[in-house]
């Protein structure tokens, strides 16, 4: 059974950090695709970055240069460092796997 956890959401102000985190188990992340994406109050839920089992990373252009995405494969974890946060970069963020398997959320919002 696939189950991953996110962590590490909450209150930051404009241009701050914060550093999330899927824990998984029941996956090997290291050799699937991994991704996390980000549903805004009212809006679709939207992919924000994925790494393939390849190392292969991608991004939305909305945050290019900002986010980045790694994978921890001792811990099974991946990770999604963002930097410079912006008020629009204010949801839920979810991780997923393969395509399939999702996360409970957690919430990140970007506020003075």
């Known amino acids: 059974q696939v189950q991953l956890v996110e962590s590490g959401g909450g209150l930051v102000q404009p241009g701050g950090s914060l550093r999330l985190s899927c824990a998984a188990s029941?996956?090997?992340?290291?050799?699937?695709?991994m991704a996390w994406y980000r549903q805004a109050p009212g809006k679709q839920r939207e992919l924000v970055a994925f790494i393939r089992s390849s190392g292969t990373t991608r991004y939305a252009d909305s945050v290019k240069g900002r986010f980045t995405v790694s994978r921890d494969n001792a811990k099974n974890t991946v990770h999604l460092q963002m930097n410079s946060l912006k008020p629009e970069d204010t949801a839920v963020y979810y991780c997923?796997?393969?395509?399939?398997?999702w996360g409970q959320g957690t919430p990140v919002t970007v506020s003075s």
């Open positions: 997923n796997a393969v395509d399939y398997y």
């Open positions: 029941g996956i090997i992340v290291s050799r699937n695709y």
